[in-house]
């Protein structure tokens, strides 16, 4: 059997015990201090997705693709994961815990479970809107720009989800600008 | 009554639809339905909800919101399409300005069409960023 890199975790991480076959520790981002990416099994990581809002409907198929092409990470509290005016190479979508979303440093939301931030960046290549910070301990999913656009291509019940979630941020973004 | 490739040169002209292949956009010609109305004729109002988009052929179509006209739109130009993505009331009223022709194109016909073609819902992702960002940069600079 192989094992991964399995140092142990520096004392601010509550790592539970591992229940996959392998855990590996992957320093991702050295922007963003050190990412612990922990490879959970492939189906837990499945039942995981299957109850974030965001993948309601999608099959079992559908999960699979969205989970081979994602990684579960966990963020400490203060954690930048999305640098307004940044280029944006990651989705993420929060699975658990909640992040603040500021604009120029003004909080202008606060997003949980299902949420997905970011994706505007890898759909148009532009710079980042806002920053988000964790704002608890969070875990969360990351699509990385490569992966992002056959995610939408292949599983179609996400990208109607996200059409979804667009339009309604156009129509309060039009409401609350036009009145 | 324009020709069913007419509706198609009028789509290709959409932002919306202007990636598509032949084959995707004559889909979605094919799930669309040509329909003349007269000048003073509602196509949407502002609060209800709403089911289709309108591609406008022909005629000029008044945008209306708390009665108070916000943009005018004419032939090649897109209406309501959000509602074919969402099941949220509409934004604004449509109101013909003039005689119209539109091409209307329903949710239910779209909807089956968005899962099966890839391209069409992706384009619509793109083009549906780009118009949050401009939104986003007007209301907050």
């Keep these: ?179 | 009554m324009f020709g069913k490739d007419q509706h198609i040169e009028h789509l290709r002209q959409l932002p919306l639809f202007a990636s598509l292949s032949k084959k995707e956009i004559t889909a979605v010609a094919k799930a669309s339905d040509e329909i003349s109305f007269p000048a003073g004729h509602e196509l949407l109002t502002e609060g209800e909800s709403g089911t289709e988009a309108f591609v406008v052929l022909d005629g000029t179509v008044d945008i209306k919101r708390k009665g108070r006209k916000i943009a005018s739109l004419g032939a090649g130009e897109i209406i309501g399409e959000l509602a074919l993505l969402d099941h949220t009331p509409r934004g604004a009223t449509a109101v013909c300005a003039t005689d119209c022709t539109v091409l209307v194109i329903d949710r239910r016909h779209f909807a089956p069409l968005l899962e099966s073609t890839p391209a069409l819902a992706v384009k619509f992702l793109q083009e549906l960023a780009g118009r949050l960002r401009a939104l986003d940069r007007t209301a907050f600079g």
Aim: proline share 6%.
């Design chain 1, 1 to 179: 059997m192989t094992t991964g890199t399995d140092r142990p975790a520096p004392p601010h991480t509550t790592r539970r015990p591992p229940t996959a076959r392998h855990v590996t520790i992957v320093i991702a981002d050295p922007r963003c201090g050190l990412w612990f990416r922990r490879m959970a099994s492939k189906q837990a990581k499945i039942d995981h997705l299957s109850k974030v809002p965001l993948f309601e409907g999608c099959s079992k198929k559908e999960l699979e693709r969205v989970a081979r092409a994602s990684d579960e990470i966990v963020m400490t509290p203060g954690t930048v994961i999305v640098d307004q005016g940044q280029t944006g190479r990651e989705a993420f979508v929060v699975m658990d815990g909640t992040v603040v979303v500021k604009r120029s440093n003004r909080k202008v939301a606060t997003l949980g479970p299902g949420d997905v931030v970011g994706e505007l960046s890898l759909l148009d290549h532009g710079p980042r809107t806002a920053s988000v910070i964790c704002e608890t301990d969070c875990t969360l999913l990351v699509i990385e720009q490569r992966h992002f656009r056959g995610v939408i291509e292949e599983v179609p019940t996400l990208a109607i989800r996200l059409l979804a979630t667009l339009a309604s941020r156009i129509r309060d973004l039009d409401r609350s600008y036009y009145g």
